[in-house]
Nanobody, 113 residues
Framework: QVQLVESGGGLVQAGGSLRLSCAAS????????MSWYRQAPGKERELVAS????????TYVDSVKGRFTISRDNAKNTVYLQMNSLKPEDTAVYYC??????WGQGTQVTVSS
């Protein structure tokens, strides 16, 4: 069955960096686009970044452009989210997503001011 397992979250000061990882299994990873979403307390889940199957095309929500980078390693069935210059408003649970229907358990990112 499909499994998406996120890791790499934590507590960081504003201006710091974190790298999230999502290990995927149960489907042919290299054939599909992947996405990262986040959900802050009291807010709707929002799409943060997406990457095409071969990694050539990426998209970002405006609020993270220039600070976050999505990438993937198809040999390792893993998608990453490098987050730099973190802000308190980036605090949320971050989720890996495949085809909008499959989600990981989420990893908490907390940015202190």
């Amino acid at each position: 069955q499909v499994q998406l397992v996120e890791s790499g979250g934590g507590l960081v000061q504003a201006g710091g960096s974190l790298r999230l990882s999502c290990a995927a299994s149960g489907f042919t990873f290299s054939r599909y686009a992947m996405s990262w979403y986040r959900q802050a307390p009291g807010k709707e889940r929002e799409l943060v970044a997406s990457i095409s199957s071969n990694g050539d095309d990426t998209t970002y929500v405006d609020s993270v452009k220039g600070r976050f980078t999505i990438s993937r390693d198809n040999a390792k069935n893993t998608v990453y989210l490098q987050m730099n210059s973190l802000k308190p408003e980036d605090t949320a649970v971050y989720y890996c997503n495949w085809r909008r229907s499959f989600w990981g358990q989420g990893t908490q990112v907390t940015v202190s001011s």
